[in-house]
């Protein structure tokens, strides 16, 4: 298990933050899966050939992630996003 605030994960992606994340705000985990999120956890939306990984962000916002690292603002999200250029 990990412990990162929130804050720092988005500096280490070199993305951007947008207002719903707090200084207070951990990572417990990490997953690019939706189906593997929980309190806490990181989503990682990745793009492929097969999948896309936003169209899974809502899933892992239901399971409870605490944020999501996407490239392009997702609108109807809750949780904190971390925008990666």
Excluded: W
Aim: one cysteine or more.
């Amino acid at each position: 298990m990990i412990t990162i605030p929130l804050f720092e994960a988005s500096v280490a992606v070199g993305g951007r933050f947008n207002p719903q994340i707090s200084p207070m705000d951990y990572i417990y985990h990490i997953t690019q899966r939706s189906q593997e999120a929980k309190e806490g956890t990181l989503f990682i939306a990745l793009c492929g050939n097969r999948l896309d990984g936003y169209d899974f962000v809502h899933e892992a916002e239901q399971n409870s992630a605490i944020a999501v690292v996407v490239e392009k603002e997702i609108s109807n999200v809750k949780i904190a996003q971390i925008l990666q250029s």
